[in-house]
């Protein structure tokens, strides 16, 4: 008798990712409310042959409990949670859902520029509690024929750049190691080489780059400093990347305009000093949240665990 291998959907994921598992002869269990923490039980674990994960750490633990796990699907792009050395020493195959969510992400990016320049959250509730000052007060930066410098330029942040090139004429440079020049001028953009001075030289920095420990807090107070006080930090990619608590530093004395973030170093954000900033947008962890962008990524994760059980390679393998 054949048993069905076990596929374990460890958090929410568009109803079409479900029906494509669906399809083929598998055990699927989708915790939809599973917390980012984990709660899976152990003894689902030991059985389970396939994992679809969003937030979910996939450590050692996690990896020692399930004795017969071959794939590993992430739900996105970014594998940061899970421990992919650990799970290659395994024989176990790692895979994401490529540029899945690229264009959602860059749409949510520009959207934070806009937002963070032109203050629309302080501008909201001075609106709402009934004043029409800041008309006469303020004067903000403006987004057209600006400099805006991308740090890391994958598919988010090439998105990025032919938004604000074709829609806003900005000028934009990028840092990169991994791109050729070259690369970067068929895009029209200028590359980087020096990180300190993309940040002085810069009107707008949005960050797109994954969270490893070359960028873990390159962010740092030090480059804050470094930045125009008309400038505005953007921050889609990993809280990690920036020093949240110089950040807040830096905000609340008004050394920067101002920043949109949408990733912070500890998530759900429930108590925090950027609750009580006028400078600041804040999103919760949303670049990826449409239906589009949701819809593609749970497809692709679903056939990314198909293919492995199958004994085909995964068009989305992660290596370490």
């Known amino acids: 008798m054949t048993i069905r291998p076990v596929v374990l959907v460890t958090g929410p994921i568009h109803a079409d990712g479900l029906r494509k598992l669906g399809d083929f002869d598998l055990r699927v269990h989708h915790y939809d409310a599973a917390k980012p923490g984990g709660g899976i039980p152990e003894e ?28 590993v699907a992430k739900h996105g792009a970014g594998v940061n949670n899970i421990d992919v050395a ?130 873990h807090r390159m962010v740092s107070a030090a480059r804050l400093a470094l930045m125009k006080p008309t400038a505005v930090l953007v921050n889609t990619a990993r809280g990690e990347v920036v020093d949240e608590a110089a950040l807040i530093e830096a905000l609340r004395k008004g050394r920067i305009w101002g920043a949109g973030l949408d990733a912070f170093e500890t998530e759900p954000l429930l108590d925090s000093p950027l609750f009580g900033l006028s400078n600041v947008i804040l999103s919760p962890h949303i670049g990826g949240a449409t239906e589009l962008s949701r819809i593609t990524a749970a497809v692709r994760a679903a056939e990314c665990v198909i293919e492995v059980l199958a004994g085909r390679t995964p068009k989305y393998l992660i290596g370490v």
């Open 44 to 71: 689902d674990l030991a059985v389970a042959d396939a994992l679809i994960v969003r937030a979910m750490p996939v450590d050692i633990a996690a990896i020692e409990a399930a004795p017969r796990l071959r794939v």
């Open 86 to 215: 650990a799970c290659q020493r395994r024989g176990i195959v790692v895979t994401n859902t490529g540029d899945a969510n690229s264009d959602s992400v860059a749409q949510l990016a520009v959207t934070l520029i806009l937002s963070a320049q032109r203050r629309i959250a302080a501008v909201h509730a001075s609106v709402a509690n009934g004043s029409y000052d800041l008309h006469r007060q303020r004067i903000f930066p403006d987004l057209m024929g600006r400099k805006i410098g991308l740090v890391g330029f994958g598919a988010i942040g090439q998105r990025v750049a032919r938004i604000c090139r074709m829609g806003f004429e900005a000028a934009v440079i990028a840092y990169d190691p991994a791109m050729t020049p070259e690369v970067m001028a068929e895009a029209g953009v200028e590359k980087c080489t020096d990180l300190d001075d993309l940040f002085v030289t810069c009107d707008v920095v949005s960050l797109h780059v994954p969270l490893n420990p070359a960028t």
